[in-house]
């Protein structure tokens, strides 16, 4: 599919955008951004908007157009694949039948949970969600290695947080934690979770506990402190978790070194999972399947939503 080059216009400084009536040293944002500024519109599906939002609009539409024209246009050898991802597209933009499965995709997926009847088992799943809905309390990422340039490797850092620390921690943001309890229950209702209420309230609870152990943001932003490689033999000994059947299921098996971010939380966090009864982080992995949109109902998706309160 072949586009026209993008219009880039002249070459320069765009004086329009600013307002030469203010004085840059009153007020230098509006002297240097004003006409802009005042003139500019977000459209009412962005919450902003700027020259990156613009592009990224005018990327996805083209994707778009790609997607639903599918196979036509494509080179003969790449029709087949073509028709496959249109096909998967249009599958996932069929509200109508979305409406009528609702929860029926994701039932494989919660039975899954279900069946696990140790923490062990229930971290197997979890290195399966790299590739799946199933939440985790470590993030693995693969990534180049800051010191050593041009080598990659995988780090392990703190999970298990639906939203950021700071909201299970910090007694200005009890309304909406309180928002958070509501939007759990509401969600494991959907599931037919069992006691949707008593389980969300056990599964907050869980999730603070990690927060108040995990590093802030601030902590995090330090290269020197996050980078602390070990082997996952060490790691097993300072912070007792499967961490080989994690791996495995991540199709990491074979890896004998990681490097930690959060040289502290990383044990901590796994004692936490480890005196944590099994129907709490059972519940926890469940509610990335909820979350995805397309995998149940989007109306009763839709009006459960998670929105922080105003």
Not at 6 to 29: H, I, L, Q, R, V
Not at 162 to 179: C, H, Q, W
Not at 244 to 255: G, I, M
Request: glycine letters at 8%; charged letters at 20%; a negative charge.
């Amino acid at each position: 599919m072949d586009y026209p080059p993008a219009a880039t216009g002249g070459w320069g400084f765009d004086f329009t955008g600013a307002n030469f009536a203010k004085k840059p040293g009153d007020d230098f944002f509006g002297y240097a951004n004003g006409g802009w500024y005042d003139s500019a519109v977000i459209p009412a599906d962005r919450s902003s908007i700027g020259p990156s939002i613009l592009l990224r609009m005018t990327a996805e539409a083209r994707i778009r157009e790609i997607l639903e024209q599918a196979r036509e246009g494509a080179d003969p050898s790449a029709q087949a694949d073509a028709s496959r991802i249109g096909a998967f597209y249009a599958a996932f933009m069929d509200e109508a039948h979305a409406e009528e499965l609702d929860v029926q995709p994701i039932a494989a997926l919660i039975a899954m949970i279900r069946s696990t009847s140790t923490q062990a088992e229930l971290v197997d799943l979890m290195g399966a969600g790299c590739r799946s809905f199933f939440d985790s309390v470590f993030s693995l990422e693969i990534g180049l290695h800051d010191p050593a340039s041009g080598r990659y490797g995988v780090s392990i850092s703190q999970g298990g947080l639906g939203l950021n620390r700071d909201y299970y921690v910090a007694p200005s943001l009890a309304k909406e934690k309180a928002a958070y309890l509501t939007y759990v229950t509401q969600l494991l209702g959907m599931i037919n979770w069992e006691a949707p209420a008593e389980t969300a309230t056990a599964i907050l609870a869980f999730e603070t506990a990690i927060a108040r152990v995990s590093w802030t943001d601030t902590e995090r932003s330090n290269p020197n402190e996050t980078y602390n490689p070990v082997t996952v033999s060490a790691l097993e000994k300072s912070a007792p978790f499967p961490w080989r059947r994690l791996l495995a299921n991540a199709d990491l098996e074979r890896l004998e070194h990681v490097v930690v971010v959060e040289k502290t939380a990383i044990p901590k966090i796994a004692a936490i999972y480890a005196r944590t009864p099994l129907p709490t982080p059972q519940g926890l992995a469940g509610l990335p399947s909820c979350r995805c949109r397309g995998t149940i109902s989007l109306e009763a998706f839709r009006r459960r939503q998670f929105r922080l309160p105003r």
